[in-house]
């Protein structure tokens, strides 16, 4: 029988692995196991596989005993430890090499720019000085963000020299703090500061056939701030900027040495021309991977297991989308939740593909950040994008988060 390792993820992931025949290893970390997964897989392996030195071992006991020759992980925590693992095993997939290209943001920008491929301006600052300094060489705005973090978290635009000691004493003050969302997976250490880049920011989501490259789909944004408050797909283009946006994309993945398996590239298309912001080698976040599997009816998380192992057609040209898909959030003020009004009738309502809550009463609000301060998603689908985000913006007053002020 054909065996997978899967590391992290979601019960979706263990399901569809399971219904193309494959038995199913899961790798999870103590702090993850979600309601399911422990029934759902052939074997469970519960450990901290942030731990190289506690996991190898165990992961090498379980490809004796198992025989899996496939590591898949759609999570961004266990890029690297499925590269890790791949090389260590000789399995075919992505290797730590190309993982910590795209997991490393500062090395992601040396790679691009020493490839010939693109250059930003891009280097580690450790104080407000570095961040003048950095501006003084590539001008402001000034971007400044973690090497490796993720959701938006700890990101910074800096619009001159005078903001540079108050923004560097804000985000180090992020640094090796316990008590944040997902802090254990995404700690706060080092910090990069980025050329800023203009425009309109894409994100592109792709699966790549032995170094053939398909995009799947390209996606507009809706954004406050740094937080992405919004998706729509696919996005409203003209079909020359698509183009330029599909060719960039590949060339990048080419360029970064994905072979195999999911991408998920965020771009913008820039008054110096296309330019990367970041590139995965894991799926999009926002349920993205669910929008697609409907709107252009190609399952990312399906094609992720099954590829390996040639279970699944492979792509030769772009997916066209049969509909439009739109998704935004709707929050509430800061203080304690006392409830959450509306959600049982929208989620009843056509064309609605899900409401998601991330927060329930007694709960108290902050004001929003980054992508973890978001409380309640409102995922629809129509014949086309503008209509999905007509309809989109026309359920979200029907959602209330209902808060009152927290004493003291």
């Given at each position: 029988?054909?065996?997978?390792?899967?590391?992290?993820?979601?019960?979706?992931?263990?399901?569809?692995?399971?219904?193309?025949?494959?038995?199913v290893v899961?790798l999870?970390?103590?702090?993850?196991?979600?309601?399911g997964?422990?029934?759902a897989?052939?074997?469970?392996?519960?450990?901290?596989?942030?731990?190289?030195?506690?996991?190898?071992?165990?992961?090498?006991?379980?490809?004796?005993?198992?025989?899996?020759?496939?590591?898949m992980t759609?999570v961004?925590?266990?890029?690297e430890?499925?590269?890790?693992?791949?090389?260590?095993?000789?399995?075919?997939?992505?290797?730590?090499?190309?993982?910590?290209?795209?997991?490393?943001?500062?090395r992601?920008?040396?790679?691009l720019?020493?490839?010939g491929?693109?250059?930003?301006?891009?280097?580690?600052?450790?104080?407000?000085?570095?961040?003048?300094?950095?501006?003084?060489?590539?001008?402001?705005?000034?971007?400044?963000?973690?090497l490796?973090?993720?959701?938006?978290r700890g990101?910074?635009?800096?619009?001159?020299?005078?903001?540079?000691?108050?923004?560097?004493?804000?985000?180090?003050g992020?640094?090796?703090?316990?008590?944040?969302?997902?802090?254990?997976?995404?700690?706060?250490?080092?910090?990069i500061a980025?050329?800023?880049?203009?425009?309109?920011?894409?994100?592109?989501?792709?699966?790549?056939?032995?170094?053939r490259?398909i995009?799947?789909?390209?996606?507009g944004?809706f954004?406050?701030?740094?937080?992405?408050?919004?998706?729509?797909?696919?996005?409203?283009?003209d079909?020359?900027?698509?183009?330029?946006?599909?060719?960039?994309v590949v060339?990048?993945?080419?360029?970064?040495?994905?072979?195999?398996?999911?991408g998920?590239?965020e771009?913008?298309?820039?008054?110096?021309?296309?330019?990367?912001?970041?590139?995965?080698?894991?799926?999009?976040?926002?349920?993205?991977l669910?929008?697609?599997?409907v709107?252009?009816?190609?399952?990312?998380?399906?094609?992720?297991a099954?590829?390996?192992?040639?279970?699944?057609?492979?792509?030769h040209?772009?997916?066209?989308?049969?509909l439009?898909?739109?998704?935004?959030?709707?929050?509430?003020?800061?203080?304690?939740?006392?409830?959450?009004?509306?959600?049982?009738?929208?989620?009843a309502?056509?064309?609605?593909?899900?409401?998601?809550?991330?927060?329930?009463?007694?709960?108290?609000?902050?004001?929003?950040?980054?992508?973890y301060g978001?409380?309640?998603?409102?995922?629809?689908?129509?014949?086309?994008?503008?209509?999905?985000?007509?309809?989109?913006?026309?359920?979200?007053?029907?959602i209330?988060?209902?808060?009152?002020?927290?004493?003291?």
């Amino acid at each position: 029988m054909n065996t997978i390792l899967i590391i992290g993820g979601r019960l979706q992931a263990i399901e569809k692995a399971k219904a193309l025949g494959l038995r199913v290893v899961l790798l999870q970390h103590k702090e993850r196991l979600l309601p399911g997964q422990a029934e759902a897989a052939d074997a469970l392996l519960l450990v901290d596989y942030l731990d190289w030195d506690v996991t190898w071992p165990i992961v090498r006991a379980a490809h004796e005993a198992y025989g899996f020759t496939a590591v898949m992980t759609l999570v961004e925590q266990a890029t690297e430890l499925a590269g890790r693992l791949n090389d260590r095993l000789g399995l075919v997939g992505t290797s730590y090499e190309v993982a910590n290209r795209l997991h490393d943001k500062l090395r992601m920008r040396e790679w691009l720019h020493h490839s010939g491929f693109e250059s930003v301006g891009c280097a580690e600052v450790k104080s407000g000085d570095d961040i003048r300094a950095f501006g003084t060489r590539h001008g402001y705005p000034v971007i400044v963000k973690p090497l490796d973090g993720t959701a938006s978290r700890g990101i910074a635009i800096i619009e001159g020299p005078d903001e540079a000691d108050a923004a560097w004493a804000e985000l180090a003050g992020l640094r090796d703090r316990d008590d944040l969302p997902m802090a254990t997976f995404y700690p706060v250490t080092s910090f990069i500061a980025e050329e800023y880049i203009d425009g309109v920011e894409y994100s592109v989501e792709s699966f790549s056939f032995a170094g053939r490259h398909i995009v799947v789909s390209v996606t507009g944004k809706f954004h406050d701030g740094v937080v992405e408050m919004g998706h729509a797909l696919p996005a409203i283009l003209d079909p020359e900027d698509e183009r330029t946006i599909v060719d960039h994309v590949v060339g990048f993945l080419t360029t970064i040495g994905l072979k195999d398996g999911v991408g998920h590239t965020e771009i913008k298309l820039s008054s110096k021309g296309p330019r990367i912001i970041e590139g995965h080698d894991r799926v999009a976040g926002d349920r993205l991977l669910d929008f697609m599997a409907v709107t252009h009816g190609v399952d990312l998380e399906q094609y992720a297991a099954g590829w390996p192992f040639r279970l699944v057609t492979e792509l030769h040209e772009r997916p066209r989308a049969v509909l439009g898909g739109a998704t935004k959030w709707v929050n509430g003020r800061p203080g304690v939740v006392e409830s959450i009004e509306g959600v049982d009738e929208v989620r009843a309502l056509p064309g609605v593909l899900g409401v998601d809550v991330y927060l329930a009463p007694g709960d108290v609000i902050s004001p929003m950040t980054d992508n973890y301060g978001r409380h309640v998603q409102v995922l629809v689908t129509a014949e086309d994008t503008a209509a999905a985000i007509e309809r989109c913006d026309g359920l979200l007053d029907r959602i209330r988060v209902v808060t009152r002020p927290e004493q003291g």
